[in-house]
């Protein structure tokens, strides 16, 4: 994008350069000419009003009195009727500069001066005019270069912006550009992560609150269903057992839909391995901790590894830090452990501030809440993100502020195309 921009630029500046400076080469040319011929005109105006008077009172021509008017290395010749032509000054030579002025007696003056010292000067004036396009298209080139470059940065920023938005990462951006259509692009990416964020977080309860109905009434449907398989008339229990199947089928179909909705999420989940994950993503945040006299000290268990899209755990961590860099105090903490519970790996993020305020815990994680000012979306989108991939964002301490970060340890069946080592087993 920015060579295009680039190339654009400098072509527009080229041609117009092109469009401009062959026709004032030509004019300035041709001024030169015009300035050397009027002033030898000029002069020999001056000679052929002389002469004329001279005649005129039958005096003898001398050309001593107009030799004044001879520029350098140039020549005079005067022509007469009952006159020999008389001549002053230097030969020209072959390429010269002629003017001719009528007097009387059907004579003329001609005066003539070589053409070097002109075609010199129009060399000089057309070099000068060069200079001028080379300049122009040169300065055209560092505008075109700071112009591309103040263009493509954008763009690419948004592009990388629309590239998360597509990866599940819906937080807003608050980087604005300058330029009035690429800020109303990065306004609507905005909106629009905004909207996808709520959609995402309303399908989510929804599918929570369907499932959760829908297994209730299955189980209380099976509670009733059992005793009924058992009952003295056999058609009766034969009907209540085909119920039972039935009501048995329905619960795995919805076990396979709930699992299915919970992989498109986690479509581009993958293995991550956090003892190089995490130092990278707290790099960052190391630097701004430390202009503010804060420390980021890590602690990560080896060998741990999380099932997590990456851009999705790059943005949640961030939000973390972020949080404790703009509301919290002292050092900041960043762990992984294996959790309690099998199959899950805890990453905490703490700091030694003061905490959170009991009346604002219950409400960290909602939409639009905020105690210290700021938005109050990227805590709720970080819960989003994180719950996207199968995991969880819990507040696990008040004071000081702790917010734990579960995600799920990956097993086989989790990453298509990966042959993963058979478990072994004795023959």
Do not use: C
Request: glycine content about 10%; overall charge neutral.
């Amino acid at each position: 994008m920015r060579r295009r921009i680039l190339l654009a630029i400098l072509l527009a500046v080229t041609v117009t350069a092109a469009v401009l400076g062959i026709p004032l080469g030509i004019t300035t040319w041709r001024l030169v000419e015009n300035f050397y011929r009027e002033n030898l005109a000029s002069n020999a105006r001056g000679v052929a009003a002389i002469l004329d008077n001279e005649l005129a009172n039958g005096q003898e021509i001398d050309l001593d009195q107009v030799r004044a008017a001879v520029p350098p290395n140039g020549q005079l010749t005067v022509r007469a009727n009952g006159l020999i032509e008389k001549r002053y000054g230097t030969p020209p030579g072959p390429s010269a500069i002629t003017e001719s002025v009528p007097i009387a007696r059907e004579g003329t003056v001609v005066l003539s001066i070589p053409a070097g010292p002109m075609h010199a000067r129009q060399t000089q004036v057309t070099l000068l005019v060069v200079l001028l396009v080379v300049l122009s298209v040169g300065t055209g080139a560092v505008v075109a270069t700071v112009t591309a470059r103040r263009l493509a940065r954008p763009l690419r920023h948004v592009a990388e912006r629309a590239a998360k938005l597509g990866g599940g990462d819906f937080r807003p951006d608050p980087s604005r550009y300058g330029v009035g259509e690429l800020d109303m692009v990065a306004e609507a990416l905005d909106a629009s992560g905004s909207a996808l964020a709520q959609l995402v977080q309303r399908e989510r309860q929804l599918v929570g609150d369907v499932s959760h109905q829908l297994r209730s009434r299955l189980t209380a449907l099976q509670l009733r269903l059992e005793p009924l398989t058992v009952h003295p008339d056999t058609e009766v229990a034969e009907e209540s057992k085909a119920a039972q199947e039935q009501a048995d089928r329905l619960a795995e179909a919805l076990d396979e839909l709930l699992a299915a909705a919970r992989a498109a999420r986690e479509v581009g989940a993958e293995p991550v391995e956090l003892s190089e994950a995490l130092p990278e993503m707290s790099q960052e945040w190391r630097q701004l901790l430390r202009a503010q006299g804060r420390n980021l000290r890590l602690k990560i268990a080896d060998g741990l590894t999380v099932r997590v899209t990456p851009a999705r755990l790059r943005e949640v961590i961030g939000v973390l830090l972020d949080n404790a860099l703009q509301h919290g105090a002292g050092t900041v903490s960043l762990a992984a452990r294996r959790g309690d519970a099998d199959g899950t790996v805890v990453i905490e993020v703490g700091d030694t501030g003061s905490g959170v305020p009991d009346e604002l815990a219950p409400h960290i994680f909602e939409r639009g809440f905020s105690g210290g000012g700021s938005t109050g979306v990227g805590l709720a989108l970080a819960r989003a993100l994180v719950e996207a991939d199968g995991g969880r964002l819990e507040l696990s301490g008040k004071r000081p502020a702790v917010f734990s970060l579960f995600l799920k340890i990956p097993r086989p069946g989790d990453v298509g195309e990966v042959r993963w080592p058979a478990e072994r087993v004795p023959r």
